[in-house]
Nanobody, 121 residues
């Protein structure tokens, strides 16, 4: 079992930055990929970014590429999503996810509880 706890969400102005963290615990060796998804009200949950515990490879959704950066810290037990140049359309609940690189886009094994990110003036 793997437990994922997100933190760092909040309210930020357009163009601002926010740093989300996902702390993993349990049998972290049972997975080989982690990532972030987001879901805005009335919309489907969508992929944001994914990473392996070693830090590579990394993949981003086109909508966030160049603005967001995913990384691993704290002996691979924490996954960070650094969000820069935030836009109003980035407003959503952000969920940390864990699974396997080849399947995490469609079959997430473990989900975090979600953290709200609101981009507004």
């Amino acid at each position: 079992q793997v437990q994922l706890v997100e933190s760092g969400g909040g309210l930020v102005q357009p163009g601002g930055s926010l740093r989300l963290s996902c702390a993993a615990s349990g049998n972290i060796f049972s997975i080989n990929a982690m990532g972030w998804f987001r879901q805005a009200p009335g919309k489907e949950r969508e992929f944001v970014a994914r990473i392996t515990p070693s830090g590579a490879p990394i993949e981003y959704a086109d909508s966030v590429k160049g603005r967001f950066a995913i990384s691993v810290e704290n002996a691979k037990r924490t996954v960070v999503l650094q969000m820069n140049s935030l836009k109003s359309e980035d407003t959503a609940v952000y969920y940390c996810a864990a699974g396997f690189w080849d399947s995490i886009l469609s079959d997430v094994k473990y989900w975090g509880q979600g953290t709200q990110v609101t981009v507004s003036s």
